[in-house]
């Protein structure tokens, strides 16, 4: 059930993250503050379809 996912950075566009998540619980796109190294600051992640 569980699926392999990419987080996109929304300010520069960098795939930089892999995660799992679960169809059935998280039917929609996730969204994760994360680091961004590019960036050097912690921006907003979102699924990449």
């Keep these: 059930m569980r699926e392999l996912v990419k987080l996109v950075c929304t300010e520069c566009g960098e795939e930089n993250y892999h995660t799992t ?10 969204e994760l503050m994360k680091y961004c190294p590019r960036s050097r600051t912690y921006t907003l992640h979102r699924e990449k379809r």
């Design 21 to 30: 998540k679960n169809k059935k619980k998280t039917p929609d796109r996730l």
